[in-house]
């Protein structure tokens, strides 16, 4: 069993900055890919970006140049740094893993998400 916990969520001004981590446990597995998403209220849960096991990552046009996913592999955990935030950034943040376990195969997890809210 694999289980992500997300942290960092808050309260902000626009225009600062918030960092969420996603810290995965569990046994005998490898993270293959760190997606990150975000709902907002009344609105469908939605793609932010993604980090690939090599480090690469991509976003979405709305976040570009100032949103960075980032991951740290020796400690499965992944990270959204979030700088020039916008009231439009408000929304519940989800990290979501694809990940290969031994003897079971790709497996896909959520957290539970983690609050963001950007204040005008």
């Known amino acids: 069993q694999v289980q992500l916990v997300e942290s960092g969520g808050g309260l902000v001004q626009a225009g600062g900055s918030l960092r969420l981590s996603c810290v995965v446990s569990?046994?005998?597995?490898?993270?293959?890919?760190m997606y990150w998403y975000r709902q907002a209220p009344g609105k469908q849960r939605g793609l932010v970006g993604h980090?690939?096991?090599?480090?690469?990552?991509n976003y979405v046009d709305s976040v570009k140049g100032r949103f960075t996913i980032s991951r740290d592999n020796t400690k499965n955990s992944g990270y959204l740094q979030m700088n020039s935030l916008k009231p439009a950034d408000t929304a519940v943040y989800y990290c979501?893993?694809?990940?290969?376990?031994?003897?079971?195969?790709?497996?896909?997890?959520w957290g539970r998400g983690t609050q963001v809210t950007v204040s005008s």
């Open positions: 979501n893993v694809l990940v290969t376990i031994v003897g079971a195969g790709l497996r896909s997890y």
């Open positions: 980090a690939t096991s090599g480090g690469s990552a």
């Open positions: 569990g046994r005998d597995f490898s993270i293959n890919a």
